[in-house]
């Protein structure tokens, strides 16, 4: 209960949190982004498109795909406030910044955003099977601007669904709900931003580097470097 809590001036959207156990759940999640680029990578309608349509929607999901993972592979993560002297340290190292190079720290808006569509997830209980298939409605998103192949696309997104549908009907016989439910939480996780997953999940493992450029790096070449180096 809120009563519980002692109350200072800390609106949900300013406070900075961080990860509580950084070096199990960073390699935990790294593991779920390996998954996620394979999962695009195997995929042979994925590969058929041109490498600007491939870009684009890697560009586009890999965040919810990746959240999609966490779901799937159960990870749970705790978080706590930055503390007070790091964040002074931080102001003090990154004055001579401007601010647009200033980061987006998470803060427990975020969090607590992130942490509702995971449990909305595992209360589904989604099965391997409808995760890999709603995997496949997310990562063919024909709204993507400037897609060469936008009518191919769409049709694998409507691919996708139809499966997704017969799975759900399939494993769950007279559940009329289930497939709405799980494409509209699904639809929630478009308001996660990059920044949140990469600042919380990432930052500490890959330090100053641009993380989709990494992400292009396996997509696009036989490099294995972060499955055998984390």
């Given amino acids: 209960s809120h009563s519980s809590v002692p109350h200072r001036c800390n609106c949900e959207t300013r406070r900075r949190v961080c990860l509580k156990r950084p070096s199990v759940v960073c390699k935990e999640a790294s593991a779920v982004l390996v998954k996620t680029v394979h999962f695009m990578k195997n995929l042979p309608a994925f590969n058929q498109l041109p ?47 401007s601010p647009e190079t200033e980061r987006e720290q998470p803060t427990m808006a975020g969090i607590s955003k992130l942490k509702s569509c995971l449990k909305k997830f595992w209360s589904l209980d989604v099965s ?19 897609l060469k192949a936008g009518l191919f696309v769409e049709g694998l997104q409507q691919e996708a669904q139809h499966a997704l549908s017969e799975v759900v009907q399939l494993l769950h016989p007279g559940n009329q709900e289930r497939f709405a439910r799980i494409l ?46 984390w």
């Fill in 184 to 229: 509209l939480t699904a639809s929630m996780l478009q308001g996660i931003t990059p920044s949140l997953i990469t600042e919380l999940f990432f930052r500490p493992v890959i330090g100053q580097a641009n993380l989709l450029e990494l992400l292009v790096d396996m997509l696009f070449s036989r490099w294995e470097g972060w499955s055998s180096g």
């Fill in 128 to 146: 391997p099977k409808e995760y890999a298939y709603l995997k496949g409605t997310t990562i063919f998103n024909p709204d993507v601007p400037d």
């Fill in 51 to 97: 490498p600007s349509d491939q870009f684009a929607l890697l560009k586009s999901s890999w965040v919810p795909l990746f959240i999609l993972g966490l779901a799937q592979e159960r990870v749970d993560f705790e978080v706590a406030d930055v503390p007070a002297d790091s964040m002074l340290k931080k102001i003090l190292l990154n004055c001579q910044e």
